[in-house]
């Protein structure tokens, strides 16, 4: 059996596709009419969508978006009422019934719905920047739309955001973690993020160890820095692993995803030199297993400032 044959096709490495659940929020209007959002996540992040659980209990200290903990399966888990977050005034006849059960960012939290209706294959290409009127609306916690029926638009959530606005996020700071084995080693690294929120926290850990950080948005954003870099170091007369030491990139990123971006970087003559970890908030064995068949140096999981570390100074090209 080849590497290839151990993977559906849809989580083949080089596919740019993903699977997303379409699932639906309802808002009542002023004029007494019911609007529907179209909103999606990542199947990737997804363990299961279930019915609301009868017994959740509110606990002290949690932000009254977050309804309390309900034990799902063998888990004590963190059920967000995101039509609060959304401040949506619900129709009576359609208050949140299901719970989306997602695992990311080494937590699992529920996520209260109104409903969900269907599973979409689509390609990381097909997702576009939101309208400013629909990002501003919901916080700027939108990475993207997607083009569906009818010409309505699926919105998919940064959940990383939400959860680092509702303070949910849990993230070391250096002096916390600094460990003695570190090197003095100062690095010039790239980071791809789509998410701002993950930007800045990865961002602030790096500098706060001393590094240059640049940092682009997509895996379209992060082959045109390498582009500008190889060149920049040609005119310079140095080689590009001068100019950057190591690439920390997320997954899910629009027009071009991190598994697609780590394999053309690894397959090209130039940027191959370069290490590359991918960054991200799934930690299933199917995403570790899409990491080495593209050939990532490493597999890291959001946000751990001391495994981070560490595996800067471990792969970082030492200059």
């Known amino acids: 059996m080849n590497s290839k044959e151990m993977l559906p096709k849809i989580l083949e490495t080089g596919a740019n596709e993903l699977e997303i659940i379409d699932f639906r929020m309802f808002e009542k209007l002023d004029d007494g009419t019911v609007y529907e959002w179209i909103l999606g996540v990542n199947v990737a992040k997804v363990k299961e969508v279930i019915q609301k659980p009868e017994s959740i209990f509110k606990t002290p200290g ?4 977050v309804e309390g903990v309900s034990k799902i399966r063998d888990d004590v888990v963190p059920i967000v009422n995101l039509a609060k977050w959304m401040k949506l005034n619900e129709p009576e006849d359609k208050s949140g019934k299901y719970v989306i059960v997602m695992e990311f960012l080494r937590e699992i939290i529920g996520i209260v719905i109104h409903e969900a209706k269907r599973i979409r294959r689509i390609k ?16 700027g916690k939108v990475v993207g739309v997607i083009e569906v029926e009818d010409g309505e638009l699926l919105l998919l959530l940064d959940f990383e955001g939400i959860l680092d606005e509702l303070g949910m996020i849990k993230v070391f700071r250096v002096d916390e973690t600094q460990d003695e084995s570190f090197s003095s080693n100062k690095y010039k690294i790239l980071i791809l993020d789509d998410s701002p929120v993950a930007r800045k926290i990865i961002r602030n850990i790096l500098e706060s160890d001393g590094h240059k950080v640049y940092e682009v948005q997509s895996g379209l954003e992060g082959l045109k820095f390498l582009e500008d870099m190889e060149q920049e170091a040609k005119a310079k007369g140095v080689d590009i692993t001068d100019e950057i030491q190591l690439i920390i990139s997320d997954i899910e990123m629009p027009g071009m995803d991190g598994l697609t971006f780590t394999k053309k970087v690894k397959e090209h003559p130039v940027f191959s030199k370069i290490p590359i970890v991918i960054n991200t908030s799934l930690s299933d064995k199917a995403t570790v297993d899409k990491t080495k068949l593209v050939k990532a140096d490493a597999h890291l ?19």
């Open 62 to 65: 949690l932000p009254p978006e």
């Open 124 to 139: 990381w290409t097909d997702i576009n920047k939101p309208p400013a009127s629909i990002d501003e609306k919901l916080g």
């Open 301 to 319: 999981v959001k946000f751990d400032t001391k495994d981070l570390l560490h595996i800067v100074h471990q792969y970082a090209i030492k200059k």
